[in-house]
């Protein structure tokens, strides 16, 4: 515990720490037989940093082992992904222009309500959220008999919901226009008959938790195939 | 190139393709080629557990995973091992769902499967996740991008003394978060 070691023996421990002073220097030598305490605690930090330069060790040789596997499984399907396809680089423009028409009217739909709601009782506060930073679908993920019923596990801020997105996997996750789209604070949601029929048989899935506000909190996107 | 100067210009490259950028876009994913040869390195090391079509999946997952947080990368450390964590997990929980083992590899591969096998760093990233951002950035510089104490106080801006003083401060956390880890799964 911190309150057991003198501020020699923190002072010490730092050192070693950050290489300032070598384990087997006298002084360290000398206070780990005395101090048992110093002992565990110089033995438990030296475990930490070597457990950390086995993890980026770990992480440095994959990245270089990553350099030679030119076209790796995906690589080619990088740009469909996020939607960066030459079709959107030429489709660009046009769709600027439609998107700043509609982000005008919108902005001034939202400048009429924002009027008349002046007036109205003080805006309550927006609470923080402090829970779990984790939403997971559980149901469907890689391939699978049917993809209903969706199913997810997460956490809810509250006044939040959770919002499933189905997008065609031929196009991208990130799809601004989803096949379908449902909103609810359940953690499963089973869409009509038709609606499922209506899908293709790979699709992108995302379950994202959305705050009060509207806030984007965290998010699963997955491939599923039935 | 200093690391200083190359994890600024990959900050630069993330800006200006959240800015919208077509040609900057296409710059960054050309970048992100690492996503899916990192999970294709790793998963090999791993005794190929997932197959080429899982790993097709994987990656695109991956890849949209690190597109739509891109705007949290703050350029402490190079791309490459910002996006590496996100291969990692996603990599790493595909399997655990999966509940698969290594298959059965060439004799000269065995022994590094063994040892790959062995030992999940996960909980490593995520003790890391729960330190402050600052001790987080200094333990991370240290350790993942292998920087002297004088080097991390240039890029942070801070002196080498209070570099030092991050890093004890973050391992000594860290210690702390492995050490109730511990006890929770030895009762």
Redesign the interface.
């Known amino acids: 515990m911190n309150e057991e070691l003198s501020s020699k023996a923190r002072a010490l421990?730092?050192a070693v720490?950050?290489g300032?002073c070598r384990q087997d220097e006298a002084a360290v030598v000398e206070l780990a037989r005395r101090d048992e305490s110093f002992r565990t605690?110089l033995v438990?930090?030296d475990s930490?940093?070597r457990?950390?330069?086995?993890?980026?060790e770990?992480?440095?040789?994959?990245?270089k082992?990553?350099?030679?596997?030119?076209g790796?499984?995906?690589?080619g399907?990088?740009?469909r992904?996020?939607g960066?396809t030459w079709q959107?680089?030429f489709l660009?423009a046009r769709n600027q222009r439609i998107a700043l028409f509609g982000g005008l009217l919108a902005a001034g739909l939202m400048f009429l309500v924002y009027l008349d709601s002046q007036g109205g009782d003080a805006e309550e506060l927006q609470p923080v959220w402090m829970g779990g930073e984790q939403v997971e679908l559980v149901h469907p993920?890689?391939t699978v008999e049917a993809f209903e019923p969706f199913l997810w596990t997460g956490d809810l801020p509250e006044g939040g919901e959770y919002r499933i997105k189905i997008s065609d996997a031929a196009e991208s996750?990130?799809a601004y226009a989803p096949l379908l789209e449902h909103r609810t604070t359940e953690q499963q949601w089973t869409p009509s008959t038709n609606e499922i029929q209506l899908l293709p048989d790979r699709v992108?899935v995302e379950v994202c938790v959305i705050a009060r506000d509207g806030r984007e909190l965290v998010?699963d996107?997955?491939?599923a195939s039935r | 190139m200093g690391a200083e100067n190359s994890f600024r210009a990959d900050m630069e490259l993330v800006e200006k393709s959240l800015g919208g950028g077509?040609w900057s876009?296409?710059e960054l994913?050309e970048r992100?080629?690492?996503?899916?040869?990192?999970?294709?390195?790793?998963n090999?090391?791993l005794g190929r557990v997932l197959d080429?079509?899982?790993?097709?999946?994987?990656?695109?997952?991956t890849?949209?995973?690190v597109?739509?947080k891109r705007h949290q990368y703050a350029g402490r450390s190079s791309l490459?091992?910002w996006v590496?964590t996100f291969?990692?997990h996603h990599l790493m929980n595909r399997v655990r769902?999966a509940g698969r083992r290594p298959r059965t590899v060439a004799l000269e591969e065995a022994e590094e499967v063994r040892a790959?096998e062995a030992?999940d760093?996960g909980f490593?990233?995520r003790a890391l996740d729960e330190l402050s951002p600052s001790d987080q950035d200094v333990?991370r510089l240290k350790?993942?991008e292998?920087m002297t104490?004088n080097q991390i106080g240039e890029l942070l801006e801070i002196s080498p003394n209070t570099a030092?003083?991050r890093?004890?401060h973050g391992?000594?956390h860290?210690?702390t978060i492995?050490?109730t880890r511990k006890e929770e799964l030895e009762p």
């Open positions: 421990l730092e720490a950050v300032d605690r438990e930090l930490v940093r457990l950390l330069d086995e993890t980026s770990e992480a440095r040789r994959t990245q082992d990553a350099r030679s596997w030119i790796a499984p995906g690589e399907r990088l740009r992904s996020v960066l959107r680089r660009g993920r890689g996750a990130l992108w998010s996107v997955v491939l | 077509w876009q296409n994913l992100l080629r690492c996503v899916p040869r990192m999970l294709a390195a790793k090999a090391r080429d079509v899982e790993l097709e999946d994987l990656a695109q997952e890849l949209v995973s597109w739509r490459e091992t590496y291969c990692y769902r790959e030992t760093y490593v990233y333990v350790h993942f292998q104490f030092k003083s890093y004890y391992i000594e860290l210690r492995l050490m």
